[in-house]
């Protein structure tokens, strides 16, 4: 059986010409000259009158359809009444069978990469009646493979690295590329890898793509970058095979197997003294060709410096000088060190027989500067007695000029720290002196700025604080701490406490404070008893306190304090007497009502109420004249100078007196009758209202005020009361006309400015103005 469908394979994959026999079992074994009985093994069976299958190769170039196979049926006499039918995929549009002998051709070129089997259906009917004659068999078309496709990589480009100084055979990246021939029929996708470009530095394994290192020692800093082509070949490289290529960009990634060097090992750096302290001075810097973390360096001073100190920036990888201790061009000008630079990060292959560090020697110059002034101390703490006198010593600071010149230094206090202006300080010898008296109680500390000034550069400016401590002296007396409320029962037994105080002093004794607390020893009715720690109890010294009698009992307790000198008060303890329960409760302080037996009579408080209500009429009537004062005229001399303006108290009409003014025409204004005349007054002339021309020249002030006063009597827009019009009239004028030259322009032209030619050098320029602009010049 296995040897029948080889043959079956043999005969189908060749192009059966189309005058052949039809493929039957029987002409199948002929063709191979096998008995005809031989055929019989490959008789189809009752349901199977055909093959099973067929193959066709894939880009077929031919300009005719391509011979795919022959169907053929016993039922089939050559009599044309057999039809043959397909039905499937590509049926009528890529595979065509003849329907009279069977023969099935394919249309167009097929590509096995985009279909490799195709499932169809034959049909053997009658021509006449469509019956069918054979049953349905359903065969496939295979598409056998040729090697039309060319390998591909999935990438163009590839991007890998290495680390430079890799030993050889150092796996770096594995390209792989595709094949899209058929890999289990022969060689067609079976590729095989090689190298264009890129040795001798690289190589590839030939099977599966991966590039290695081929050559030792490769140096990054001599070569970074590498460009490698690879090639993958099919049919296992052989002649005819079909290729593809793909670059791989290589880079060499840096390792420490460089160290840094310096490339001057003597560095000369200048520094003024002024220089603060942290301050840069200058910069070194060793070279590294790594890169990266590989670069990175670290400063060191050998043996360290007590003036300098080196730090690294870790930005540039420079090292930074900066000072520690303030320079003295004065003390020392020159110093002198050696400096160490060392990679941060080893790499433990490459420190075999290098040293991964190097020295330079820094010499630093000092330069001199005009320095300002310098304090002894900084700052200055000076104590002071709360009772000096004004004008007392306090303290003394003392600065100096640290140049070699020692300039003489100025001394004064910053009055923004001395706005109460407490003290004074000698320019000259810088002597601290009080300008008031200082109390401690007011301000413990005062806080000034001493300034010290080059006379002879007075740019030169330094500032000390100085810190004034107020010393205390007992100069305060101690008092209650607090305000006391203090009461005594009527009922209350003798030595019965009712009150604990205590006092405060503003003072601060240097052993603390210690107070004394007395009462007059005469005292009949209270006591007081010292507890020694500063406080003390008040006690009754009888029983039967009576509101009736007093109400109120004022008690003065002396307080001294232990300082010297002593200070003592006398504090004043106000004690009610008050109603209390059996338990000593307060109920009541108010004092009782007393009969008016005992106190004021009846006829005492008539007398008191009629002397308030007098009092309230008196001045009930006081403030009723006060509203009826007239007020004071305007003009209150008859020889003031303006006796041409009358002062009237009588009010307008107002809105009642409708004779006087039209009240309508008020409130509109804009329909106003310009003919209508005031109705208050004779007009002596009936013309329609106009205003009068400017006055004349050569008029004099009377007649200037009476024609405004007859302007205003004739005017109907004027208000329906007396009214002031104020005016400004400056006369007819001075026998020397107007200097001004406003109106100069019409008689410009009459004047002859000739003789201005005559005044000399002096006036040539007003000539030349002048006599150029004479109507006859320009004519």
């Not at 007393?594 to 109420?609: E, K, M, R």
Request: glycine letters at 6%; aromatic letters at 8%; one cysteine or more.
């Amino acid at each position: 059986m296995i040897t029948n469908q080889v043959l079956l394979l043999l005969v189908l994959c060749i192009p059966w010409p189309s005058n052949a026999l039809p493929l039957t079992p029987g002409n199948i074994g002929n063709l191979f000259g096998m008995p005809e009985s031989d055929g019989r093994i490959l008789q189809r069976s009752k349901r199977g009158w055909m093959w099973n299958q067929f193959f066709l190769l894939e880009e077929y170039t031919g300009n005719d359809h391509q011979y795919v196979g022959k169907l053929h049926s016993n039922m089939d006499k050559g009599d044309g009444n057999v039809k043959y039918v397909l039905t499937g995929d590509g049926a009528g549009t890529l595979f065509l069978i003849d329907e009279k002998s069977g023969d099935i051709h394919a249309t167009k070129r097929l590509d096995r990469e985009e279909k490799a089997m195709y499932t169809l259906v034959a049909k053997v009917l009658d021509r006449n009646t469509n019956a069918e004659l054979e049953p349905d068999t359903e065969f496939n078309i295979k598409i056998h493979d040729i090697n039309d496709n060319a390998p591909k990589f999935a990438k163009e480009i590839y991007f890998a690295s290495v680390p430079e100084m890799s030993e050889v055979g150092t796996s770096v990246v594995t390209v792989t590329a595709s094949d899209a021939d058929d890999q289990t029929y022969g060689n067609s996708a079976k590729l095989v890898y090689s190298i264009l470009q890129g040795q001798p530095y690289f190589s590839v394994d030939s099977e599966n793509g991966t590039i290695k290192t081929a050559l030792p020692g490769m140096d990054r800093e001599v070569k970074e970058n590498y460009q490698v082509v690879i090639q993958a070949k099919d049919m296992a490289g052989q002649m005819g095979g079909l290729s593809g290529t793909t670059t791989v960009s290589i880079t060499l990634s840096d390792v420490n197997d460089s160290p840094p060097r310096f490339a001057n090992h003597s560095f000369r750096v200048t520094a003024v003294e002024s220089t603060e302290i942290g301050g840069a001075i200058g910069r070194i810097k060793a070279d590294d060709p790594d890169v990266g973390r590989n670069a990175e360096m670290e400063y060191s001073i050998v043996g360290g410096h007590d003036m300098f100190n080196i730090i690294t920036d870790q930005t540039t990888q420079e090292g930074v000088i900066v000072i520690k201790k303030a320079l003295d061009y004065e003390s020392k000008r020159d110093y002198e060190f050696r400096v160490e630079v060392r990679n941060t990060y080893l790499d433990a292959r490459f420190i075999h027989g290098l040293q991964f560090k190097d020295y330079a020697t820094v010499k630093v110059t000092v330069e001199d500067v005009d320095e300002p002034p310098v304090f002894t101390r900084n700052p200055y703490i000076i104590e002071v007695h709360e009772d000096t006198a004004a004008g007392s010593f306090v303290g003394v600071v003392s600065a100096r000029d640290p140049d070699a010149d020692n300039k003489p230094v100025k001394y004064s206090i910053d009055r923004h720290t001395d706005l109460e202006r407490l003290f004074n300080i000698d320019s000259v010898n810088g002597t601290i002196t009080t300008l008031k008296a200082l109390d401690r109680e007011m301000s413990k500390w005062h806080n000034i700025s001493v300034v010290a000034t080059e006379i002879n550069n007075p740019r030169q400016t330094t500032r000390v604080p100085v810190f004034i401590k107020v010393l205390d002296v007992n100069d305060n007396a101690p008092e209650f701490a607090m305000s006391y409320d203090t009461f005594v029962c009527e009922n209350v037994k003798a030595g019965q406490l009712i009150q604990t105080i205590s006092a405060v002093d503003t003072d601060e004794p240097l052993v603390g404070h210690k107070f004394v607390f007395t009462i007059s020893a005469t005292n009949p009715n209270f006591t007081i008893v010292d507890r020694e720690d500063n406080t003390a109890n008040i006690l009754t010294r009888r029983g039967g306190f009576s509101r009736r009698e007093m109400s109120m009992y004022f008690l003065p307790v002396v307080i001294s304090d232990n300082d010297y000198p002593i200070q003592s008060s006398t504090s004043t303890l106000i004690v009610r007497v008050c109603a209390c329960d059996s338990r000593g409760n307060m109920q009541s302080c108010n004092p009782e009502v007393l009969p008016f037996s005992d106190g004021l009579t009846t006829g005492a408080l008539v007398a008191i109420l009629l002397c308030v209500i007098i009092l309230l009429m008196i001045v009930v009537l006081f403030a009723a004249l006060r509203r009826q004062r007239k007020k004071e005229p305007l003009i209150i001399s008859k020889e003031d100078v303006r006796d041409n303006v009358v002062s009237y108290n009588d009010e307008g009409g107002g809105e009642e007196d409708t004779q006087a003014f039209d009240i309508g025409t008020l409130r509109n204004p804009e329909v106003m009758d310009a003919n209508k005349l005031r109705r208050d007054i004779i007009p002596e002339m009936l013309f329609p209202f106009r205003r009068t021309s400017p006055i004349k020249d050569n008029t004099d002030v009377r007649d200037f005020i009476n024609g405004r006063l007859q302007e205003n009597d004739t005017d109907p827009t004027a208000p329906p009361y007396d009214s002031l019009a104020t005016y400004a009239y400056e006369g007819s004028g001075s026998l020397a006309e107007s200097l001004s030259s406003l109106e100069s322009a019409a008689t410009e032209g009459d004047h002859d400015y000739d003789y201005l030619s005559n005044w000399g050098p002096q006036f040539k320029k007003l000539a030349e103005m002048y006599i150029g602009k004479s109507p006859d010049r320009e004519t």
